[in-house]
């Protein structure tokens, strides 16, 4: 046997060992040398649970177009979570269920994040943004990510939803409690917190529609909970049950991932002055830049399908049998040195940039106009308002393999 031979055995054999359901405390830090791993060593990466975890970028693609995939998960996520709220709301939504239901929740929906839509709030979001710098400016010490990023998307995304922004703290504890059951190896006291959310978060949301169904007229451009309601009354088939899970899957999806993206970005461009300065110097247009930042940061990490066919990759990594649930690793697809040279560094100049962070097919992520709205604005404002900024302590990331965040990222203003 080789040199490169023995290599590239003793890489294949970290690499089947590696157990996404219980990863070692770095790969929260870091988990790029992990998915590196992977897809050197075992790109079709079997796991004990019996699912598939795909790392490598063609791969990903492949499966995530192919129309035969679905993604109700209905017998799996009964075996995981037992009966109850939790199970309901992840096989309600459309996040978890196929066509014609999909898109028959969706189309509702979708209005909400046309270009007109996004447009229309873009000078409420720099307000938003506005008053929450001169907040910081005020505090001198602060966590970015609990005192800044975090209070831009989860007001957008009330105001769209039409709830109280000034209910964000609570929409973000409870919402939590209902995602974290969805990473792939939870605690039987995670499913129950799970179970006890999802009721609470319907309990909260129920007035609200009741209200607007009580209304003589519903404007349904007014918000996604008079949308909803409005559809119903004109006869679309959706329950108050699906109408309440939607907008708890909105709220969760519309501002966990784009404060990880503006928190993350700033994380990273601290410690990058050649990228940053490109920013600040005007050299790079944020809205350019932010799609780099997205690929490399890529806050949803994870997703899922479950084939009904042979899938016989075309990439010659082997044939994954029907009936098998699939674990998408978007986050390792892009770092694919295969398809982006030198993954594991930020480069605005990067073109082509087919980054997977949004998804693919008729599941792509539905609030991607909207992050691609408010992102750009936030991050040029701290760059603009806040020159000063430094870290003012250890950056802490959260306990999460489905969403990459950062739970702590002390500043203060120099």
Known sequence: MTGTAKIDQTISEKAKAFNLLAPPDDYFDDPSPYFRLLRDGDPVHQQEDGTVLLTRYDDVRQVWRDLSGLVYKGEFFEKKFGKGPLLEHHTSTMLFRDNPDHDRLRDIVNPFFSQTSIKSLTDFTQDVIDREIKKVKQMG????????????????????????????????????????????????????QGHEAVTEFMGYLLPFLDE??????????????????????????????????????????????????????????????????????????????????????????????????????????????????????????????????????????????????????????????????????????????????????????????RFRGLEELPVRLA
């Open 141 to 192: 010490e602060f966590d970015f990510v609990r005192d800044f990023a975090f209070r831009i998307p989860v007001a957008l995304i009330c105001r769209v939803i039409g709830i109280p922004v000034e209910d964000a703290d609570y929409i973000q504890g409870v919402g939590r409690k209902v995602l974290f059951p969805l990473n792939p190896q939870v605690s039987v006291e995670a499913i129950k």
């Open 212 to 401: 607007i169904k009580a209304r003589r007229t519903i404007d349904p451009s007014e918000s996604i909970l008079c949308a909803m309601a409005a559809a119903q009354r004109n006869g679309v088939e959706v329950s108050d049950a699906e109408i309440l899970h939607m907008c708890i899957v909105t709220l969760n999806g519309g501002h966990e991932t784009t404060t990880n993206l503006i928190s993350q970005s700033m994380h990273f461009l601290m410690d990058d002055p050649e990228s940053k300065r490109q920013l600040v110097e005007g050299e790079v247009a944020l809205p350019t830049a932010l799609e780099e930042l997205i690929r490399f940061i890529t806050p949803l990490q994870l997703q899922g399908r479950r084939t009904t066919n042979d899938v016989e990759l075309a990439s010659g990594n082997g044939t994954i049998p029907a009936g098998t649930e699939v674990v998408l690793a978007q986050a390792s697809a892009n770092r694919d040195e295969r398809v982006f040279e030198d993954p594991d560094r930020l480069n605005f100049a990067r073109r082509p940039n087919n980054h997977v962070a949004f998804g693919a097919g008729i599941h792509v992520c539905l609030g991607r106009p909207l992050a691609r709205m408010e992102a750009p604005i936030a991050l040029a404002s701290v760059l603009k308002e806040l020159p000063t900024l430094v870290r003012n302590g250890e950056a802490r990331f959260q306990h999460n393999t």
